[in-house]
């Protein structure tokens, strides 16, 4: 992930991917001045690439083969969501950890997130989560991840 210049720059958000209505991973972003939807928005676009790469270091992180597997091998809709936004790079981080404690302890979400992840999962069981549970309450302010490089509402 890009880092600002300046750690107290108001350029970090906190976004969720979900799809089937559950949420799968929760993530800090970071947009550069001028270009909000970038780097959330292309990450659809990001692992659609690395499909056509035979090895490549971020095949190792289960957000994307969670990702890949649920958008090109199940054919889901993956939707993200804000969750903060135009936060410092340290707010960030506490709300993404927070975040990631709730939705795993009292939604009973199982996500990907393997970092701060109160109960991590395989990639097996985050793929059956999303697939086989009963969709969280629905909110109307969710973007489908676009695969084309530009937000959807």
Sequence with gaps: MANSKNPNAREYYVYRFLSNGRTFYIGKGH????????????????????????????????????????????KMEIRWEFLDRDKTSDEAEQIEKERIREYVLQRGCKLANVRDNPAPCTVDAVVEYVLNGSPEPSRADLWVLGFSGRAQS
């Design 31 to 74: 947009w550069p001045p001028g270009n909000k939807w970038h780097r959330v928005n292309d990450r659809g676009n990001y692992v659609k690439w690395l499909r056509t790469q035979k090895q490549h270091k971020d095949w190792s992180k289960q957000e994307i083969q969670v990702l890949n597997r649920l958008r090109f091998d199940h």
